[in-house]
């Protein structure tokens, strides 16, 4: 079965770096969409980035742009998220998730998520 699993999260001071990857399973992935969302409390899910299969193709919310960078590695099944200038708004548990095809911004839109990580930047 397919199964993603996120690594990478903890505790951080606001300015600091972080990188969280993500590590897929179960299938080939050629031609999949990856990307990275979040919760935070009291929040719904929200997109933060999605990458395509060659990446040459990136898309990221405006609230990370200039401060996350996506990367992926397809001998590995493997992407990161390079998280830096963390601020405490960026405070949330961080999902992976796939699709086929290009990238798209809703959570619906994506088949398959991993179980998330948790970040939490201090003021």
């Known amino acids: 079965q397919v199964q993603l699993v996120e690594s990478g999260g903890g505790l951080v001071q606001a300015g600091g770096s972080l990188r969280l990857s993500c590590a897929a399973s179960g299938r080939t992935f050629i031609n999949h969409t990856m990307a990275w969302f979040r919760q935070a409390p009291g929040k719904e899910r929200e997109f933060v980035v999605a990458i395509s299969w060659s990446g040459g193709s990136t898309y990221y919310a405006d609230s990370v742009k200039g401060r996350f960078a996506i990367s992926r590695d397809n001998a590995k099944n493997t992407v990161y998220l390079q998280m830096n200038s963390l601020k405490p708004e960026d405070t949330a548990v961080y999902y992976c998730?796939?699709?086929?095809?290009?990238?798209?911004?809703?959570?619906?839109?994506?088949?398959?998520w991993g179980q998330g990580t948790q970040v939490t930047v201090s003021s």
């Open positions: 998730a796939t699709r086929y095809g290009p990238s798209r911004i809703g959570g619906y839109e994506y088949d398959y």
